[in-house]
């Protein structure tokens, strides 16, 4: 099956600043990623995803990135805020699969 | 707009005892799952269904099971709990499986077997 890594497992940044986490995938029929935010207490929530025949994605002050060639996808936020303080998954599913498989998480903290 | 409802939200069993978790819908999703979130092993999936009445195993399904005898709802058994299984139980649906779809995400039950 999938196997999804994700690096860092922590993150700690300066409000303003830029917060990056990267995943790589090892199934190349994978084909949709998306990314979870999950807040302290709550279940994970969908704020971006990406298809493989798009290399890029932004929404506001979030953008997601992939290269299938290397099979890894990135998110980016800019100009952090301390409400983006949360945990973060990323997933790959090949398009015949039913199921997701998740990265491991990356703890996010936003200093103000 | 309920969403995905979880219950309960926390419980505490003893060492051999079972209890069932209840996951209910209300978006007429197809597809079901059931993960458990465990520090540092993000979440990793214990069963799914794909339609009412059928169900699959996923990465880590020895010592639950799980039905499925209406669409909207999923049930989590574990017969005999162990310590092993203390963990954060989250439910999900979606329309479309893994396919370019979203996930909802129930907000979890905290499970502590002592």
């Known amino acids: 099956g999938e196997n999804v890594e994700q690096h860092p497992s922590t993150l700690s940044v300066q409000e303003g600043d830029s917060a990056v986490i990267k995943c790589t995938y090892s199934d190349s029929a994978s084909n949709y990623f998306p990314w979870y935010k999950q807040e302290l207490g709550k279940g994970p929530q969908l704020i971006i995803d990406i298809r493989s025949n798009v290399g890029e994605k932004k929404d506001q002050r979030i953008a997601v990135t992939l290269n299938k060639t290397a099979k890894h996808f990135s998110l980016h936020i800019t100009e952090t805020q301390p409400e983006d303080s949360a945990v973060y998954f990323c997933?790959?599913?090949?398009?015949?699969?039913?199921?997701?498989?998740f990265g491991t998480g990356t703890s996010l903290t936003v200093i103000p | 707009n309920a969403g995905v409802t979880q219950t309960p939200k926390f419980r505490v069993l003893k060492t051999g005892q079972s209890m069932t978790l209840l996951c209910a819908q209300d978006?007429?999703?197809?597809?079901m799952y059931w993960y458990r979130q465990d520090p540092g092993m993000g979440l990793r999936l214990i069963h799914y269904s794909v339609g009412e009445g059928t169900t699959a195993k996923g990465e880590v399904p020895d010592g639950y099971n799980v039905s499925r005898l209406k669409k909207q709802n999923f049930l989590l058994g574990l017969e005999s709990a162990a310590p092993s299984q203390t963990s954060v139980y989250f439910c999900?649906?979606?329309?479309?499986?893994?396919?370019?779809?979203?996930?909802?995400f129930g907000q979890g039950t905290r499970l502590t077997v002592v």
């Open positions: 999900a649906s979606s329309s479309q499986g893994a396919v370019n779809t979203e996930a909802f």
């Open positions: 997933a790959a599913s090949p398009n015949t699969g039913n199921q997701f498989y």
């Open positions: 978006m007429n999703h197809e597809y």
